[in-house]
């Protein structure tokens, strides 16, 4: 995208583009952002159907059993767990839940995690773009000292997120006040 961005940029300053050109090049910059909503759109359209689910294997029960404690131990059941320790029978992974930790590549494939990034880069896009034109709202508005409007812009957010984390925490039922564990 940035390399996108650049060349069309270069390319604009050196050959004028026609608005027509210009149309077509910022359809094809919101396409590149959009791009990476593909991935939940088709795991949500078209999920898997041949995805087996995870073969426990079931213990048997002593109490019940009516042969001998040598046909217990010969049984297709002990021989795969035996199988499972020695490692000669690979057990098939789960995917993680919901909550639980998951790998980088095994979070790339969740719907959830292109949601989230969607999320992050909108909130933060838009954060940053104010941040970014601050100073210049300061003084076309007539303010001396801008150091001290982004001074203050800086300390509201960093407390919004701290009230947010906080609310956050009340409305789910924690009792206890996690808000810079990643500072």
Known sequence: MGVYLLVSTILGNVYPFSDAVSYALV????????APLTVPLKMTLFPRNGIKSEQHVGSSSSAGALGSLNDQYNSPEVSELLALGEGTVKQKKRRPKRGEDFTFTEAIVEADFWLLILVYFVGVGTGVTV???LAQIGIARGEEDTATLLSIFSFCNFLGGLVEELYHNILSGQEEFQGLQGV
């Open 131 to 133: 941040l970014n034109n």
């Open 27 to 34: 359809a094809v910059m919101f396409l590149l952002l959009m």
